[in-house]
């Protein structure tokens, strides 16, 4: 599945438009991790654990999105946006989108 945040595919048409594809997740904090957080808060940096975490609930939000649009036929995804969300204390949904299309290699 090709994903792109353009408009347009260079190289390919858009045969069919199957429209909007989406895929999401809720992600809760971890106890663990809060307490390793809270360390790292007072002698600064990154917080790799929620780094961790927030990467691994976007790539499964992107293969949610790719199954829907594998569902329909497609084998694009175009206009892909990510959206973040926090929910309750500690839970965060991360919601991925975008038109999903079926494209051709244009001809040379």
């Known amino acids: 599945m090709i994903s792109t945040s353009r408009n347009d595919l260079a190289g390919h048409r ?7 594809v989406r895929g999401s997740t809720i992600r809760a904090r971890h106890l663990g991790r809060d307490i390793l957080a809270g360390l790292k808060t007072i002698v600064g940096g990154e917080i790799q654990e929620y ?6 609930a976007r790539e ?4 949610r ?14 206009c892909v946006r990510f959206s973040t969300s926090y929910i309750l204390g500690g839970t965060a949904e991360i919601v ?9 290699k244009d001809q040379p």
């Open 14 to 20: 858009i045969v069919t438009e199957f429209g909007l």
């Open 51 to 56: 780094t961790k975490m927030m990467a691994e």
């Open 60 to 63: 499964q939000a992107i293969d």
């Open 65 to 78: 999105m790719e199954g829907e649009a594998a569902a329909f036929g497609a084998n694009a995804i175009l």
């Open 96 to 104: 991925v989108y975008g038109s999903a299309v079926k494209v051709e």
